[in-house]
C-alpha cells in the first residue's frame, strides 16, 4: 500500500478523539464520584433508599424522614430517629452504592449534620464495617466486623456539622456504614458522608483517581457531558438543569435518574443523581485531564423514545409577541440556560455567572468554545427548535460552536433530512451516533470518503459495535467489536478533514449496577480496568499525529480490502509517520508500505499492536490487561517498509521521518 507522504491533505483535528460521559450505570454516583453515602440527605422521592433501620420501627420508637425545620430552604428532609431503650442497635446503616469499596489506611472523612430533640441521646457512634448476614426487608442485623470506629459527642438543640477521619484497618470492597445513638429520646440526622481523602489531585469533592487516571491516559482531546439520554430526561421535568447542579454540594437537589427502574423494568431500582458531580466539577475535569469541555443542553425536548415531551416555541422562535408562556417553560427558558453557562465558563468575576464560577474557587475561565444543541434528537420539532436556539446563542457569543444532533440512526430518509437540514443552515457540527453489529462498522469504512469537503463537520458523538445488538444485555466488549471499530476508525482518520471529533459511548459501568452494555471502561467498587475497546481508542488517540495523508490500498483501494484497512498521518511534533493497519483476518498478512515522496528516514521504527487469534477475547477486573497493545521495535531498510499483520490484529507504525 502506498502512503502520499510528500501529499498532505489537512491537518488532525487538535481534538479528534474524545470522551462521551453519560451517569448511566453508576458512572457518576457509585463510580466516578466517590461519595460512599447513598442519599446522603434523604432528599430521594423513596427517602429511605439507601438506609436500613437496625432494630427496626418497633424496637426504634420510632424513626421517620422529617421535614420540620430543615437545615434550610434546600435541604428539606432529614432523618428524625427516636429511641426508647437504649442499645448498640438503636441506629441504621446506609448500604452504599452496591457496598463501600473503602482501602487499608486510608483516610476517609466522615461528616454528619446532627441535632438533638427531647431526651437525653448524647453521642452518635460510627462504624464503618464489613456487614455480617444482611437483613431482606427495612431491617438489617447489627452484626459486622467493624474496620474503623469513632464517636460524636457535643449534640445540641441546634443543626451543627461534625466531621472525623477514619482509618479502616482492612480493605473491603463492600463495607457499609453503621451510624447508632447513645441514650434514649429524640436526634435528628442529615447530610451523612462519608468521602475518600484520596481523590484525583486531592481536591474536596474530588473524584475516583483510578478512573480519572484512566481517562487521562486516553489523552483525550475532549469531554462530553452530562450526556446521553439524561440531558433529555424521560420528561421535562426530569431533564438535566446545569443550573440545579452547581455551589454548595448539600444544596444540590438530587433527581431519579432517567435509567431508574422506574421509567422501564430492566434498569436499575435505586438509581439516582446526586449532582455531586455537577457542571462546575465537569468543567474542572475536563481540564484536569487536558480535554476541551463540550457540554450537552436540552433543546427543549424530553426523551423522544419516551415522552416526547415538547417544550412550546416561545418568543425566540415565535416573535416578541408570541403568546405568554404561562408557567411552563418555554424555549426562551432553555437558550437562557446557554447563555447563562457561556457566562458562568468564561464570564468575568463581575458577571452574574462568572461570579458563581469565581466563588466555587475557579477564577481562570473554563475556555468554554462549544455547546451541543440536544442530545439525540430528531424530526421537525427539532429542528425548529435548533434554529431559533443557534441563532439566539451565535448572535450572543458568534465564538462558541455548536454540535447539532442528527438523531439515533445513521441511515434512512429522516437522517438524511436533518442533515440536509442542518448543513443548509449551517451548523458547524453534526452528531451521529452508531450503534450496531461489528460487521456494520467494516463495511462502512468509506462513510466519509464522499461526504462534502467544505460546510458542515461531523462530530461521530456516540458510537460501539455490540456484538449481539443494540444495547442487549449480552453484548460483550470483545475484540471483535473493537477490531471493527478500529477498522471504521482508520475511514474516521482518512476523513479527518471532515470527521472533526469522535467518541464512544458509553465510557463507564460499574460491574454490579449497569443499565447497558458494551461500555468502554468497567469498574467496581476499588478496581477498574479498560476494555479492549478503550485500548484501541487509546491508540488511534495516542497516535493521532498532526497531518492526514493519503493511503491507496492494494488494488488503488481507498477504504479496505480483504479486510485490510489502513490510514496515516504525519506527526510533525515527533517527526514519525504513523501508520494504521488493521488485519482483520486468521492468517497473518505482510504487507508493503510505501512510504512514497518520504525524506529522512530513521532506521529504527517503533510498532504498537493489538492482536489475538480469539476474536472473543475480552479484558476483565481478573484479567485487566489480558489484551493491551504491546511495543517492539522494526528495521527500516529504506522508503518501502515491509511488515507482517498478526492476525486479527490493529497495528499502529511510527517511522521516524517526514
Ligand atoms: O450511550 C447510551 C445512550 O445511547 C445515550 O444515552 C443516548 O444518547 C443513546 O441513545
Redesign the pocket.
Known sequence: LTVQVSKPVAAVPKNMFGLFF?D?NFAADGGLYPELVKNKSFEYDDHLIGWKAIRGAAGLADYRVSGDQPIGATNRHFLRLSVKTAGPDAGFVNEGFRGMGVKQGAEYTFSVYLRRGPGSISALNVTLEEPGQRGGGPETSASGQALAQAQITGLTGEWKKYSVVLRPSATAAKARLKLTVEGTGTADIDVVSLFPKDTYLKRENGLRPDLVQLLKDMKPGFLRFP???IVEGMTLDNRYQWKETIGEVASRQPMINRWNKEFKQRYTPDYYQSFGLGFFEYFQLAEDIGAEPLPILNVGMACQFNSAELAPLGSAAKGPNAAGPGDEPTLDTFIQDALDLVEFANGPASSTWGAKRVAMGHPAPFNLTMIGIG??QWGPQYLERYEPFARVLKAKYPAIQIVSSAG?SPEGELFDKATATLRAQKAEFIDE?YYAKPEWFRQHVDRYDNYPRTGSKIFAG?YAAQSVGIASPANKNNWDCALSEAAFMTGLERNADVVAMASY??LFAHVDAWQ?TPNLIWFDNLNAYGTVNYYVQQLFSQNKGTTMLPVQLPGGAKSGTDNLFASAVADDAAGDLVVKLVNYSTAPRTVKVNLAGAKKLGKTGRALVMAADDLNTQNSLQEPKKLTPQESKFAVAGPVVSYTLAPNSLTVLRIPGK
Open positions: 453519560e448511566i450526556g446521553g439520554c442530545n439525540e439515533p451516533h456516540e459511548a458509553p447497558w
